[in-house]
C-alpha cells in the first residue's frame, strides 16, 4: 500500500465495529450498583474529586468525566461522545461508585406530567431555527 492511498479492507478506520460496547464494559449490561440502570434523562455531573482524577482515569472513562464538567444527560453524553447509552450508563455508574460522578435522577412524576412535556415542546417551538425566525408551532 502505497502512501496517500485509501487504508485496506483489514485496516481498521473510524471507531470500532459492535463488539466494541462489549469489550468497554467488560460483558457487563448494568453497572456496580444494586440498582436499576440509570434513565436517559439522569442528569450527571463531575465531582471534584472525578476533575482532580482526570490523568488518572483511562480513555472513556476520561471522556465521560472530562464531558461531565457540566451537568448533562445520559442521552445529551452518550450522543456527544458517539458511545452507545448502555455503555454510558455502565461506566458512568461505576464512576459514581468511585466518587468521580454525580448523579441526579428526576422525580419520575415530574417526567411522566403532561402539563411539564408540553412546556418543553412550546419551549422548543420558541427557539430561533438558523434562519432566525420561530420554528413552525403548528
Known amino acids: 500500500m502505497g502512501e496517500g492511498s485509501a487504508p485496506g479492507p483489514s485496516e481498521p478506520v473510524g471507531r470500532a465495529p459492535a463488539i466494541r460496547p462489549?469489550?468497554?464494559?467488560?460483558?457487563?449490561?448494568a453497572?456496580?450498583?444494586?440498582?436499576?440502570?440509570?434513565p436517559v434523562e439522569t442528569q450527571i455531573v463531575a465531582t471534584s474529586s472525578g476533575i482532580t482524577a482526570l490523568g488518572s482515569l483511562a480513555f472513556e472513562q476520561h471522556d465521560i468525566v472530562a464531558a461531565c464538567r457540566r451537568p448533562q444527560s445520559v442521552a445529551e453524553l452518550a450522543a456527544g461522545l458517539r458511545l452507545h447509552l448502555n455503555v454510558v450508563r455502565v461506566l458512568a455508574e461505576d464512576l459514581r461508585i468511585a466518587g468521580h460522578l454525580a448523579v441526579h435522577v428526576p422525580n419520575a412524576g415530574t417526567t411522566q406530567d403532561i402539563s411539564v412535556l408540553r412546556r418543553v415542546i412550546d419551549g422548543l417551538r420558541a427557539v430561533p431555527d438558523s434562519r432566525d425566525s420561530l420554528r413552525d408551532s403548528g
Do not use: D, Y
Not at 453497572?31 to 440509570?38: K, R, V
Open 22 to 29: 462489549f469489550l468497554l464494559t467488560a460483558g457487563r449490561v
Open 31 to 38: 453497572g456496580g450498583g444494586t440498582g436499576p440502570s440509570l
